[in-house]
Structures are given as structure tokens and as C-alpha cells.
């Protein structure tokens, strides 16, 4: 089973900043099936990311994400008032799958 | 996209067998590329992987259930189903059912809107 830690844990930034999030998997994460989801505090958690660059239908392009291995990152170029959420980290194409504690990103 | 509906009791006694249903539209439940999940969130805590089906019925599951769960798809009625037995109050979390899709190398994920269970006498 892979662990995966996302640091840091709490990402205090003011709108048009830019983020930086990282996740980091005890075993490297096979064709860097790595996925980041976003989820507001309420509602079901959302697909930003997956294959570790590649973004799901219709989020913006200020959302990207790069990596491979074990040490992957997301980010986000200039931050919007909708962006302020927790984002979890999970590499999807395993036998046994898991998420990062979480990442919250909150406004300064 | 596909369409996620839980359904299934709020309220569970302790010891007894928790047990959901995840209502699937948009998709067929045995589409190749397709696989059915189910993950929860205690509140106001992260996300946790309980287990998934494929398919073609293959299953795993969090090892850190210890072998109380079962998940198994219903292809007449376009379900798949959690039973998670022996719950106790650390079991009270919201459930979620989650529907992944593999086409031509691309990935989609769609979530219902989760379901409270709570565990108590």
C-alpha cells in the first residue's frame, strides 16, 4: 500500500497569489497515476487532476500539476475566491488505494 | 457524466451491518473502463479509500477494515452496494459512491453527493 503525505498542511494565501501544493508517495507511483482532487467544505470532492499533468474536462488552465515518482506538485498560477478549499492528493492506479491527509488552502 | 445517488439508512445500531446502495445513471455498471468505489469522510476529517469493484467484478479493499466490508454490483438494476459489518461509532462518516471511467486515456470521476451514516444505540 502507498502512503502518501501532502505538505504543508494548512496554505494561508491572499487572491492572485499563487499556490503550491505537494504530495509525496512512499513507492514511486506506477505511470504516475496520480490524481488531485478539490473539495469544498459541504460538497463531494472534484477531479482537478489526473495522470499527475493532465486536467479533467472543464477545470481552468490556472490549475496545473507536474511530478513523477514519488514527488509530485499542484498548482495554482493566480488564485481565485472559489479556489480557497482542501485538496487531497491520491494515486488512483493502485490495488490498494489511498489519499493524502488533505492540504487546506485558506485566505490570508 | 454519470449520475451517483446514495440510498440506504442514516442510522445504524452498533455491531449491526452497514448497508448502501449507489444508484448508477449515465453509464452501464459493466462497461469496460468503468469502475464503481466507495470512500468515506469522518467529520471534519480527510478522505479515506474503502474499497472498489471493477467491471468485470473484481474487488480490493482497505486493509484497515479488517475484512468487514463487501461491495458487489447489481447489473439488473444499474447498482453497485457497500456492507460494512460489525460498525461502531468510528464507523459514523459521510459515505460517498464514486464512478471512475478510462476511455482512450483519459479519466473521469464523478461523485454523488455522499450520505451521512451515523452509528449509534
Known amino acids: 500500500e502507498i502512503v502518501v503525505t501532502q505538505s504543508p498542511d494548512t496554505l494561508s494565501l491572499s487572491p492572485g497569489e499563487r499556490a503550491t501544493l505537494s504530495c509525496r508517495a512512499s513507492?514511486?507511483?506506477?505511470?504516475?497515476?496520480l490524481a488531485w482532487y478539490q473539495q469544498i467544505p459541504g460538497q463531494a470532492p472534484r477531479l482537478l487532476i489526473y495522470g499527475a499533468s493532465s486536467r479533467a474536462t472543464g477545470i481552468p488552465d490556472r490549475f496545473s500539476g507536474s511530478g513523477s515518482g514519488t514527488d509530485f506538485t499542484l498548482t495554482i498560477s493566480r488564485l481565485e475566491p472559489e479556489d480557497f478549499a482542501v485538496y487531497y492528493c491520491?494515486?488512483?492506479?493502485?490495488?490498494?488505494?489511498?489519499f493524502g491527509q488533505g492540504t487546506k488552502l485558506e485566505i490570508k | 457524466q454519470v449520475q451517483l445517488q446514495e440510498s440506504g439508512p442514516g442510522l445504524v445500531r452498533p455491531s449491526q451491518t452497514l448497508s448502501l446502495t449507489c444508484t448508477v445513471s449515465?453509464?452501464?455498471?459493466?462497461?469496460?473502463?468503468?469502475?464503481w468505489t466507495w470512500v468515506r469522510q469522518h467529520p471534519g476529517k480527510g478522505l479515506e479509500w474503502i474499497g472498489y469493484i471493477s467491471y468485470f467484478g473484481s474487488t480490493d479493499y482497505n486493509p484497515s477494515l479488517k475484512g468487514r466490508v463487501v461491495i458487489s454490483v447489481d447489473t439488473s438494476k444499474n447498482q453497485f452496494s457497500l456492507k460494512l459489518a460489525s460498525v461502531t461509532a468510528a464507523d459514523t462518516a459521510v459515505y460517498y459512491c464514486v464512478a471512475t471511467t478510462s476511455r482512450l486515456g483519459e479519466l473521469s470521476v464523478d461523485w454523488g453527493q455522499g450520505t451521512l451514516v451515523t452509528v449509534s444505540s
Open positions: 491520491q494515486p488512483y492506479d493502485t490495488s490498494v488505494s489511498t
Open positions: 449515465g453509464a452501464s455498471i459493466d462497461s469496460s473502463g468503468n469502475s
Open positions: 513507492q514511486s507511483v506506477s505511470r504516475n497515476s
